[in-house]
């Protein structure tokens, strides 16, 4: 008999989707290890919105600031200010908001390792193993466990080794740094405001941003295009918004995925979550919420898998999301397809979120995380505006 450590459920990963996913395990009793790489921050805007306050209980004080209007910036610096009209949306600094959520699972009975992942085995009697380098002696140690939730961001080591054409999807490059907001205000400042920059020479395909955090700052850019500099890029953003000479606290890059993978699962004891499973929404990159519900959905394939013993359980895991948010993934794919392939279609995009529909169906469906349908002659008038821009018929 193996004298080797056996978990109901290892956890590879302690972002977003990997605490989560440990926390609802650890609640309902399960043996969980969390292990995860200490100091690993991920470039995230931080932007929570209600539906993630509200199903993830997230304490106002995790809350840096609050944002209650979005400004969108067109390639001829024309500016459309968009406000959130009866909430706002909340922003978080990812490195105490991370660290909060690994320490409320630990709270709950998960056990916490600092350790970077290498493979899964097997061994005779069929259980997985889970081997890692510990982070703070540098030995490696392996596990064993009924069930893995790989959770361990884009690229996913986990997935590689695990899933089918896991490598398979494509990825948008973001960075960003993270500044100290001055003392002496540049013009326009708004530490209540999101800004978004649609402007090709910040970013080919992507966008620009200057996010507030209370008494810091997330400004950066994304790209596909890997010749195209993100640092220069976030520098040029920075001069424009007058930013360049603030103190830079850190920074930080990585790639997000833009589809969801086909597959999740490997129909006997893995499933992926978060960055892992590609659930990153294009044209907008947030990620946050999607992360916390893939990896509560996979928690609760897993908690299924172990009840049962039967495997196709864990594939619900993917139904299960795809079944509320592929409508959603499938619109933002294209509008990123189109809108964001020349400074022209830019420039046409931001004028037509002047529209007061179109500004306040977008933050329902953001702020609820559901396409909403309680105005259809909205949806009519938005489709038509929407075909007179794609043909060039509309006045920009």
């Known amino acids: 008999m193996s004298t080797q450590e056996q978990f109901d459920v290892v956890v590879v990963g302690g972002g977003p989707a990997g605490a989560t996913a440990a926390d609802d395990l650890a609640r309902r009793g399960r043996r969980v290890l969390l292990l995860d790489r200490a100091g690993r921050i991920k470039p995230c805007g931080g932007a929570i919105p209600p539906r993630a306050i509200k199903d993830f209980e997230i304490p106002d004080e995790l809350l840096?600031?609050?944002?209650?209007?979005?400004?969108?910036?067109?390639?001829?610096?024309?500016?459309?200010?968009?406000?959130?009209?009866?909430?706002?949306?909340?922003?978080?600094?990812?490195?105490?908001?991370d660290e909060w959520l690994r320490?409320?699972?630990?709270?709950?009975?998960?056990?916490?390792?600092?350790?970077?992942?290498?493979?899964?085995?097997?061994?005779?009697?069929?259980?997985?193993?889970?081997?890692?380098?510990?982070?703070?002696?540098?030995?490696?140690?392996?596990?064993?466990?009924?069930?893995?939730?790989?959770?361990?961001?884009a690229r996913s080591a986990v997935a590689q080794q695990t899933i089918p054409d896991a490598d398979k999807t494509k990825?948008?490059?973001?960075?960003?740094?993270?500044?100290?907001?001055?003392?002496?205000k540049p013009h326009d400042y708004d530490d209540t405001r999101c800004d978004v920059f649609y402007q090709g020479h910040l970013s080919p395909d992507f966008y620009g941003w200057v996010f507030p955090h209370g008494d810091t700052l997330s400004i950066g850019t994304g790209s596909a295009d890997k010749g195209f500099s993100l640092r220069n890029a976030t520098s040029t953003l920075r001069e424009a918004v007058g930013l360049k000479g603030a103190v830079t606290l850190r920074r930080e890059g990585a790639p997000l995925p833009m589809k969801p993978l086909r597959v999740w699962d490997n129909g006997r004891d893995v499933v992926l979550a978060g960055d892992a499973a590609g659930?990153?929404?294009p044209a907008s990159g947030e990620g946050i919420y999607y992360a916390m519900l893939g990896g509560r959905l996979a928690g609760d394939a897993v908690e299924e898998l172990l009840v049962t013993g039967n495997g196709r359980s864990l594939a619900k895991a993917r139904k299960r999301f795809m079944k509320d948010h592929r409508k959603v993934f499938w619109v933002l794919g294209i509008m990123q397809y189109f809108w964001y392939s020349s400074d022209k279609r830019r420039e046409r995009f931001v004028d037509m979120c002047k529209d007061k529909d179109v500004q306040k169906l977008t933050f329902d469906a953001y702020m609820n995380k559901q396409l909403v349908r309680a105005k259809p002659m909205a949806h009519v008038k938005i489709f038509f505006k929407d075909m007179a821009h794609l043909l060039g018929l509309a006045k920009v």
């Open 171 to 184: 990825y948008v490059f973001a960075y960003h740094e993270i500044v100290k907001a001055p003392a002496l």
């Open 103 to 153: 320490e409320r699972a630990a709270s709950h009975g998960a056990i916490r390792r600092n350790g970077k992942f290498e493979r899964v085995g097997k061994d005779a009697d069929g259980i997985s193993t889970i081997s890692y380098m510990d982070g703070d002696n540098g030995e490696r140690h392996t596990v064993r466990a009924r069930s893995i939730i790989g959770a361990d961001g």
């Open 64 to 97: 840096v600031a609050k944002a209650r209007s979005a400004r969108m910036i067109a390639p001829s610096n024309t500016k459309v200010d968009i406000p959130i009209e009866g909430g706002f949306v909340g922003m978080v600094d990812r490195e105490h908001f």
């Open 279 to 281: 659930v990153v929404a």
